[in-house]
């Protein structure tokens, strides 16, 4: 039997090699702040039978633990440097344990995030992960920075993820070719990093969030926290590859509030147009105008010829389903 201490000490601790002063092994771990810079800090938690099924796969669960925590770095435009892992876990099995570290050092290596903590008990699955990043005073990409006349941009493509659950779930029949293209982007989403990151150095967007609970929900808290209304062209929300393939209507629901996307969600001023491809390009990430921020409060959607369109939508919130 793995004690708790063989655990972390075989699983966990790692040689060091990030920036923290001291990582794994005491009460706490010491990390020095780069001078003149910010720390920005995100917490998010994946629940068994909530966030994920019983029985995923545990290398997936560890790349998307850390991956939805670095999607929030991405979103406010700051560097990645250090995280922490509360794990509760049904049993230490090794298999499992051996998975779940790959997963997740594979993504933390390739973004030079260091694991410098955490707590581990037993529970029902569930895994916590609490991010650091830096930025410097001024940079970080705000939800209350919108600005009448900006541009909406997203990031990637949408919609792939909500397709894989439909497709679990069977409220539509999916051929086996493209439930497994959708469920890529389910378990393994990409945090735009490079492209979060360098918006902010560029100091060329005005908002972002990251687009975790569907689009049209999580611009919403761009709209309400910067007092603004916006003008969104459903049709220009581009699809995931899987979801390019299905009719109209099950594109515009599934792009414009899907959930699970994590691409980013910014604003711009219409000025920045070319900048911001030529940024997106240096990034290697995919950008697409899908709208503009109005004075006027409230979410217009409309369709590839500006008519309004009516588009019964649901956001994803906890405690409504
Ligand atoms: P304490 O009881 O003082 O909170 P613990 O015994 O829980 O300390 O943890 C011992 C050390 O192992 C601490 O440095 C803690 O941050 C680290 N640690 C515990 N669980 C994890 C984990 N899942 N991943 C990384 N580090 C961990
Ligand atoms: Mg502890």
Redesign the pocket.
């Given at each position: 039997m793995l004690s708790e201490f063989d655990l972390?000490k075989q699983y966990?601790a790692r040689p060091r090699a990030g920036r923290a002063t001291l990582g794994?092994?005491?009460?706490c771990?010491l990390l020095t702040p780069a001078p003149g810079l910010q720390t920005a800090i995100s917490s998010d938690m994946l629940v068994e039978g909530r966030h994920f099924f019983a029985g995923a796969d545990a290398r997936k669960l560890g790349h998307k633990s850390l991956a939805v925590n670095l999607s929030d770095l991405a979103a406010m435009g700051a560097r990645p440097v250090a995280f922490t892992?509360?794990?509760a876990l049904p049993a230490a099995e090794r298999g499992w344990l051996a998975g779940f570290a790959d997963g997740l050092f594979a993504l933390a290596d390739a973004h030079g995030c260091e694991?410098i903590?955490?707590?581990?008990t037993k529970g029902p699955l569930n895994i916590c992960i609490t991010v650091f990043g830096e930025l410097a005073p001024g940079e970080a990409l705000r939800r209350a920075a919108a600005r009448a006349g900006d541009d909406i941009w997203i990031s990637g493509t949408l919609g792939d993820a909500r397709l894989a659950l439909a497709g679990y779930r069977a409220e539509l029949a999916l051929d086996a070719a493209s439930l497994e293209q959708a469920a890529a982007r389910m378990h393994t989403p990409t945090p735009r990093l490079a492209l979060g990151t360098a918006l902010a150095r560029a100091g060329l967007a005005h908002a972002a969030i990251d687009i975790s609970d569907g689009l049209t929900g999580d611009l919403g808290h761009i709209l309400a926290a910067s007092r603004v209304g916006a003008t969104l062209d459903v049709d220009a929300l581009p699809a995931g590859p899987a979801l390019a393939r299905q009719p109209l209507e099950l594109r515009r629901r599934f792009t414009a509030a899907g959930g699970d996307d994590y691409e980013l969600c910014f604003t711009a001023p219409a000025g920045a147009r070319a900048a911001i491809l030529a940024l997106a390009a240096g990034a290697a990430t995919p950008v697409t105008r899908v709208g503009r921020i109005d004075a006027a409060p409230g979410l217009r959607l409309v369709d590839g010829a500006a008519r309004p369109l009516d588009l019964q939508l649901e956001g994803f919130d906890h405690f409504k389903s």
């Amino acid at each position: 039997m793995l004690s708790e201490f063989d655990l972390i000490k075989q699983y966990f601790a790692r040689p060091r090699a990030g920036r923290a002063t001291l990582g794994i092994g005491d009460d706490c771990a010491l990390l020095t702040p780069a001078p003149g810079l910010q720390t920005a800090i995100s917490s998010d938690m994946l629940v068994e039978g909530r966030h994920f099924f019983a029985g995923a796969d545990a290398r997936k669960l560890g790349h998307k633990s850390l991956a939805v925590n670095l999607s929030d770095l991405a979103a406010m435009g700051a560097r990645p440097v250090a995280f922490t892992l509360a794990l509760a876990l049904p049993a230490a099995e090794r298999g499992w344990l051996a998975g779940f570290a790959d997963g997740l050092f594979a993504l933390a290596d390739a973004h030079g995030c260091e694991l410098i903590g955490g707590d581990t008990t037993k529970g029902p699955l569930n895994i916590c992960i609490t991010v650091f990043g830096e930025l410097a005073p001024g940079e970080a990409l705000r939800r209350a920075a919108a600005r009448a006349g900006d541009d909406i941009w997203i990031s990637g493509t949408l919609g792939d993820a909500r397709l894989a659950l439909a497709g679990y779930r069977a409220e539509l029949a999916l051929d086996a070719a493209s439930l497994e293209q959708a469920a890529a982007r389910m378990h393994t989403p990409t945090p735009r990093l490079a492209l979060g990151t360098a918006l902010a150095r560029a100091g060329l967007a005005h908002a972002a969030i990251d687009i975790s609970d569907g689009l049209t929900g999580d611009l919403g808290h761009i709209l309400a926290a910067s007092r603004v209304g916006a003008t969104l062209d459903v049709d220009a929300l581009p699809a995931g590859p899987a979801l390019a393939r299905q009719p109209l209507e099950l594109r515009r629901r599934f792009t414009a509030a899907g959930g699970d996307d994590y691409e980013l969600c910014f604003t711009a001023p219409a000025g920045a147009r070319a900048a911001i491809l030529a940024l997106a390009a240096g990034a290697a990430t995919p950008v697409t105008r899908v709208g503009r921020i109005d004075a006027a409060p409230g979410l217009r959607l409309v369709d590839g010829a500006a008519r309004p369109l009516d588009l019964q939508l649901e956001g994803f919130d906890h405690f409504k389903s």
